[in-house]
Structure formats: C-alpha cells, structure tokens
C-alpha cells in the first residue's frame, strides 16, 4: 500500500513542477551538478543488463529530484527550513499513530522489540527522528506562542523515538548534530568559527571511529552497546561490494540495477559472506553512488557538496542573520554523517534526499544574490559630502531568509 501511495503522491508532484517550470529552470541553472547526476542516472540504461528495469526507477528520481529543483528555487531559506520541519512533525506524527495502533509498527523481525514506526526498519526512523530534531530545534527559534510550543513537543518525542528505535548510527549522530547546534546558540556571531570547527569536529570522529574498528579495541568497546564491530554486517558487505565497483570503474552498473534480487552476484555476495540474508543495498552513500553511476558522478556528487560548503561560507561572510545557514550546514553534515552506514544518495522515493537537493540548490541562489547586491552596491561618497548610504539601505543587511 505504501508503494502505491508513493506513485500516487507522483502525480500532484509532477503538476507542481510544470506549473512552476521557471523555478525549475533556475533551479537547475544554481545546481547543475545535480541536474548532471539526474542525466547520468537515465542514460544508464544503457549500461544496464535490465534497461527497462533501470529505466523504471530513474523516472521516480527524476520526478522528484526536479521538484526539489523547484523547492529550492521558489521558497525562501527560512521558508524551505520551516516547510521541512513541518514535514518531519507530520512524519512524527503518523509515528506515534502507527505505533499505538499497529503491532508491526512496534517491531519487525530480525530488530525484535526496537520500533520503526511508520518506516520499514529502525533505521529509518532513527534518521527520521534526528532529521526532526534538527529542524524543529530551528524552528522554535523562529516562532512564538502556540506554534513554538508544537515544535518543542514534535522535538521531545522525536527525541524519545529515537531512544525506541535503538538505531545506534542515528543516536551518535544525533547527539553530535544537536550538540553543535546548541552551541552554536552559545557562541553568537562566531558562526563561521564553529562551523570550522563542526566541520573539522566531525572528521575527526568518523577517523576515530574508522581507527577503533581497525584495532583490537573494536570487540569489548562494541560489546558495550550490545553490536558486533562488522557494524551489523555492513563493513562485509562493502568488502565484497567493492570488487564490482572497479568492474565498472566510470559509468557504473545502471542505476538501481546492481541489487536486483535475482542477480548472480548479489546471491553469490550473500553465500560467500555468510551474512544470513540478502542485501538490498551497499549501506554506503559514496559506494552506491558509484555502483549507480560510476565514478563520473561521485565527481559530480562531490562538487555539489563541497559547492554547498563554499556557498554557505561566503554567504556567513556577508549576511548578518545566520539561523538558516547554521541549520542548513548541520543538516548537511548530518546526511554525510548518515550516509557512512546507510545510503539516501541519488534515492528515488527518499525525503532526505529531495531536501539534501532542495537546500543545496537554495543556498547556491542565495549566495548569487549576495554577489549580485555586491556588484549593484553604489561606491561610497566621499566623508563629508553628506551622500553616504545608510546601513538601512544596503541590500546585504537583509535577513539570509529573504533571499
């Protein structure tokens, strides 16, 4: 029922984008990384053993991938955030339902007890929750009353859901990306310091924790929390992924191809691991990328990310209100943080990914209005001649939000 209802949501999506085809094409225009990634994922078939197959699943990436073009293009940055936030208080919200009224929302084997809501396993909803908590955190800074006090309760349950859910990669990542946002609130006007910071913070994390699983170390500090160091047996699939990604180094396998069920390889990954089950994916945002597109699009993919980070940097230069750019850059490092053990890169149905797309293209756009009102900016008078602009005037001292 929930692929059904996904195709259906397809259609107002796609009467959205031709209605707004000039935010489209903007769009596009601010982020044409992506819009090559979008090609590269449709001419795969022709790489693809399963051309139809391939092609059936490029046309959902590009219907939605294109709206959040139009997203990104047509909403404001505060009003894109707060859109998201209202997104993931409604998926809380449908949670809650679930769970309180159906069994299998309270767990679904091999997990046992862990919940998973509304979602096919307890991954999901870890992602899920820490996605609301991100956005929610920011959107009880800009609203009051009645408003506010929804948000900080859409924040405390999703807080908890993420408890239930017993998704450790979420709940590390959680309290990393909520710690930085909180201090970010405790150091005013050095955002771009902690942004440094965040940035450098993180790294250092994913090496430490890439040290720890290569040491002896791995086993009794895994036993803690109750996992094995192969990370739920995710670190033997990307061993034995890797091997087929060299196969087709630059274009890839076709997108969405290489895991086809029935596939020789993916049953022989299977036994030759020992896994215990079939894998429906590598688990791994970059490797995935890869098997989809090649190496050509990681390139593509890469630029889009690092353009992001240029784009924020410079529009933190520049604007003084930096709520939006705060929260846009931690959930931006959240998603590559997510992306280490899971993968929402280049996904068809997947709303991380349609907001991942969304807030890149919205930060690219705003950054090209902060140079154009650079460029527009009329030379100072000279002292004394009483011609000098007021601070009111100039077109940088607006709000981030209302580019």
Same mark, same amino acid.
């Given at each position: ?145 009645? /408003?506010?006090?929804? *948000?900080? @309760? $859409?924040? %405390? &349950?999703? !807080?908890? +859901? =993420? ?22 609130? /405790?150091?005013?006007? *050095?955002? @771009? $310091?902690? %942004? &440094?910071? !965040?940035? +450098? =913070? ?32 995710? &670190? ?168």
């Amino acid at each position: 029922m929930a692929n059904k209802l996904q195709i259906l949501l397809l259609l107002p999506v796609m009467a959205v984008t031709a209605l707004y085809y000039r935010h489209l094409i903007r769009g596009a225009f601010a982020a044409p990384e992506i819009v090559i990634l979008l090609i590269l994922a449709l001419i795969s078939t022709r790489q693809s053993a399963m051309p139809m197959y391939t092609l059936e699943r490029s046309i959902p990436l590009l219907v939605t991938t294109t709206f959040a073009l139009v997203l990104g293009s047509m909403m404001s940055l505060r009003g894109l955030l707060m859109f998201m936030a209202t997104f993931y208080a409604a998926v809380i919200a449908l949670t809650v339902v679930a769970i309180a009224t159906l069994p299998q929302a309270r767990g679904i084997p091999p997990w046992g007890d862990t919940w998973n809501g509304i979602f096919l396993h307890k991954n999901g909803l870890g992602a899920a929750c820490v996605m609301t908590m991100l956005t929610a955190f920011y959107a009880i800074g800009q609203t009051r009353g009645k /408003l506010k006090l929804v *948000f900080q @309760v $859409t924040l %405390a &349950i999703a !807080f908890l +859901l =993420l408890v239930a859910s017993e998704s450790r990669t979420s709940q590390v990542v959680g309290l990393v990306s909520m710690s930085a946002l909180v201090a970010s609130l /405790l150091i005013p006007r *050095f955002e @771009v $310091t902690w %942004a &440094i910071c !965040f940035i +450098l =913070l993180s790294v250092l994390l994913v090496g430490v924790i890439a040290f720890l699983l290569a040491s002896p170390l791995a086993d009794p500090l895994f036993a803690l929390i109750g996992r094995k160091p192969t990370l739920s047996e995710r &670190i033997p699939i990307w061993e034995h992924t890797w091997p087929y990604v060299m196969d087709r180094f630059w274009l890839g396998w076709g997108y969405n191809t290489f895991w086809y069920p029935e596939s020789s390889h993916v049953v022989l990954m299977s036994n030759k691991g020992n896994l215990g089950f079939t894998p429906h994916y590598s688990h791994n945002g970059l490797i995935e990328t890869w098997l989809n597109t090649g190496f050509i699009g990681v390139v593509f993919l890469t630029i889009a990310i690092l353009r992001f980070f240029f784009s924020s940097f410079f529009n933190m230069r520049f604007l003084s209100s930096r709520d939006g750019i705060v929260c846009a850059l931690a959930l931006m490092i959240t998603f590559l943080f997510a992306n280490t053990t899971e993968s929402s890169m280049l996904s068809r149905m997947e709303a991380n990914w349609m907001f991942f797309v969304a807030y890149i293209t919205k930060m690219h756009l705003v950054a090209r209005a902060v140079r154009d009102s650079i460029k527009n900016r009329p030379a100072p008078a000279p002292a004394g001649t009483g011609a000098e602009q007021s601070g009111g005037s100039d077109p940088l001292s607006r709000p981030a939000h209302s580019q």
